[in-house]
C-alpha cells in the first residue's frame, strides 16, 4: 500500500467547500461542528526506552485509524476532520535522533479531511492510539503509544546494569528463570510478545579435588549469603502528568525524579542493597505499571517520592502515608489519595485496554502484614525527615492510594514538601536539599531494615 494517496484527481475547491458548509449552517443549525475544522493546539513527544508517546492536543475530539508495514517497518496513522497546518508540521522537528523507536515522521493530506501520518520506525512495534476526554489543564488529546514489540523485563534492566559478581544480579537471574509468568506479570500491552526467557551464563568453577567418601552423610552447612535487599524507588508523575507546579514554574515530576535518582545513588552505595526505579527518564507510567514492576523484581520496600500542594501556599512540611482498606484517617488524606489517583487520568491511560487489569489489581488490597510494615517504616523515615525539615503531619497517614496496593511490599508515599509554598519550592529546587532529603530516606531505610525482618526474609 502506498504512503500517500494518488494526487491526480481534482478535489472540490476549498473555497466551494466553504461555501457550502456555511449554507449548511444557515439551515441545519444543529451541526456547527461540521462546518469547522479541528485545531491542534499543541504536539508533544516523549521518547522513552520503554514506550515513546506522542500526543497532539486539540479543541475537539476526533477519530483515528492506525495499520503498520514491514520492509520497512512503517506505522500510519489517518486522523479525520485535520488539514495540513503549522502545528502539525511542528511534529517533524519533534522527533528527536536518539528516539529509540521513530526514525523519522512525514505528514500529507490523504484526503481533503483526512490527514496521514508516517511513522520510519527503527524496529518492529505494538502501537497503541486512543483519545482523552479533556482534564485539567489538558483539552482533547489523541495519543500515539509506540511500545516495542517484545515487552521489556524490570529484572533484566537491574542485571544489565549491574557489575561482575554482583549478588543481586544472581539472585535476579535465578527468579527470572524461576518465576511463573502470572504470579508477577511483566507489563504488557495489547499487541506484545513476552519478554524471552533469561538463559543462565555459563560461569567456570574450578575442578574439586578428589575425597575420600565420608562413613555418614554430613549436614549442608548454610552459605551465610543473604538475599541483598531491593528498594524500588518510585518517582511520582511523569511525562504528560507534570504533577504540582510552584509559583515559579517547578513541576512535581523533575524534582522528585531528581531526589530519586541521588537517593538511587546512595542506597547503591550500601552493601547489600540496590535500588530501582520504576521511571529513569520523563515519562508517564501507570499507576498500576509501578507496582507491576515492584512485585516482578521483588522489591523488600516501595517508596513513591512526591511534592505536595494545597490551594493556600502557607501549607507546609512532610507527610508519609500509607494504605488503608477501611477508610482514611483524615479529609485531607482522603483528598490527596483522590489527587494521586488521578495521575492516570492526567497522565493518559488507555482504559479501554486497561480496564480489567486494572481492576483485577486494585481488588487485590494488601495483607495485614504488608499495613504493619509500612506503617513502621513511615514512622522510621518520617523520624528522619523532621530532623531536617518541618513536618506537616507528625505521624503516618492513611488512605486508598492505588500506587501502594502490592500486597507483599511495604509500601509508602512520601510528600516531601510543598511545592506550592514559595519557600519550600525554593528548597525542593535547591541540590543541596534534595541531597538533605535523600540522607535523611536512606538513614530511616537502614534503621527500619536494621531493627526489621523484610516480608521477602520471613516468607
Do not use: C
Request: proline share 9%; aromatic share 4%.
Amino acid at each position: 500500500m502506498a504512503d500517500f494517496p494518488d494526487t491526480s484527481a481534482s478535489p472540490q475547491r476549498p473555497g466551494r467547500r466553504r461555501l457550502l458548509a456555511a449554507t449548511t449552517l444557515l439551515t441545519l443549525p444543529v451541526l456547527p461542528r461540521l462546518a469547522h475544522a479541528a485545531t491542534i493546539l499543541a504536539v508533544r513527544t516523549w521518547p522513552a526506552d520503554e514506550y515513546t508517546r506522542v500526543t497532539l492536543e486539540l479543541d475537539s475530539e476526533l477519530k483515528a485509524e492506525h495499520f503498520t508495514l514491514d520492509n520497512p517497518h512503517r506505522l500510519v496513522v489517518d486522523i479525520d476532520g485535520l488539514t495540513m497546518t503549522r502545528a502539525i508540521n511542528d511534529l517533524v522537528s519533534k522527533i528527536r535522533p536518539n528516539d529509540p523507536y521513530i526514525a523519522t515522521v512525514r505528514v500529507a493530506q490523504n484526503r481533503p479531511d483526512v490527514l496521514r501520518l508516517v511513522f520510519d520506525l527503527k524496529q518492529p512495534i505494538a502501537p497503541q492510539l486512543f483519545t482523552l476526554k479533556p482534564i485539567g489543564e489538558y483539552q482533547y488529546r489523541l495519543v500515539l503509544d509506540l511500545y516495542p514489540k517484545v515487552a521489556q523485563d524490570p529484572l533484566l534492566a537491574i542485571m544489565q546494569s549491574s557489575q561482575d559478581n554482583d549478588p543481586l544480579a544472581e539472585v535476579l537471574e535465578d527468579l527470572a528463570r524461576n518465576t511463573p509468568q502470572d504470579s508477577a506479570p511483566v507489563p504488557l500491552e495489547p499487541g506484545q510478545q513476552a519478554p524471552r526467557a533469561i538463559a543462565r551464563q555459563p560461569r567456570e568453577t574450578p575442578a574439586a579435588p578428589p575425597v575420600a567418601q565420608p562413613s555418614a552423610p554430613a549436614a549442608p552447612a548454610p552459605s551465610g549469603r543473604r538475599r541483598p535487599l531491593l528498594i524500588a524507588l518510585d518517582p511520582g508523575h511523569g511525562g504528560e502528568d507534570p504533577g504540582a507546579i510552584g509559583p515559579a514554574g517547578t513541576r512535581e515530576k523533575d524534582v522528585v525524579l531528581a531526589i530519586a535518582k541521588k537517593l538511587q545513588r546512595l542506597i547503591d552505595a550500601q552493601p547489600n542493597m540496590r535500588a530501582y526505579l520504576t521511571r529513569d527518564k520523563d515519562y508517564f507510567v501507570p499507576l498500576h505499571v509501578r507496582v507491576q514492576k515492584a512485585r516482578r523484581v521483588k522489591a523488600d520496600l516501595f517508596i513513591s517520592i512526591h511534592a505536595d500542594a494545597w490551594i493556600k501556599p502557607s501549607a507546609r512540611g512532610s507527610s508519609i502515608y500509607a494504605l488503608s482498606q477501611n477508610g482514611a484517617t483524615s479529609t485531607a488524606a482522603r483528598w490527596l489519595a483522590q489527587q494521586e489517583n488521578n495521575a492516570d487520568l492526567i497522565g493518559g491511560l488507555n482504559l479501554g485496554d486497561h480496564n480489567k487489569q486494572v481492576a483485577q489489581l486494585l481488588l487485590d488490597l494488601s495483607t495485614t502484614a504488608q499495613i504493619t510494615d509500612s506503617m513502621r517504616v513511615g514512622g522510621q523515615i518520617l523520624s528522619e525527615l523532621g530532623r531536617i525539615h518541618r513536618l506537616h503531619k507528625s505521624k503516618v497517614e492513611r488512605a486508598g492510594f492505588a500506587v501502594l496496593k502490592a500486597p507483599d511490599i511495604p509500601s509508602i508515599l512520601i510528600e516531601t514538601a510543598f511545592i506550592s509554598n514559595p519557600e519550600e519550592e525554593r528548597l525542593l529546587r535547591s541540590p543541596a536539599h534534595q541531597d538533605k532529603l535523600a540522607r535523611a530516606l536512606l538513614t530511616g531505610i537502614t534503621g527500619y531494615f536494621a531493627a526489621s525482618p523484610t516480608l521477602a526474609q520471613r516468607s
